[in-house]
């Protein structure tokens, strides 16, 4: 059990990772327009950010669970 919630922390704390350099490179992305890729697009920031708080989510109730 304990392996399992290692996983799942740091797979949150990989998503939420993932999900800011996301939205960091797309609202660079929003400034600048280096690139036309609709994934890049500002439609897409809502779902990055969508993925960081998940994934941060997953982390603290993983890592802050009460332990009996």
Same mark, same amino acid.
């Given at each position: 059990m304990n392996g399992f919630l290692n996983a799942v922390r740091y797979t949150g704390l990989v998503v939420f990772g #993932?999900? $800011?350099l996301l939205l960091l490179a797309a609202i660079l992305n929003y400034l600048v327009s280096f690139t036309d #890729? $609709?994934?890049m697009q500002p439609l897409f920031?809502? *779902?990055y950010l969508f993925l960081a708080v998940t994934? $941060? *989510?997953a982390y603290i109730l993983v890592t802050f669970r009460r332990r009996e």
């Open positions: #993932v999900g $800011i #890729v $609709i994934w920031m809502r *779902l994934g $941060i *989510l």
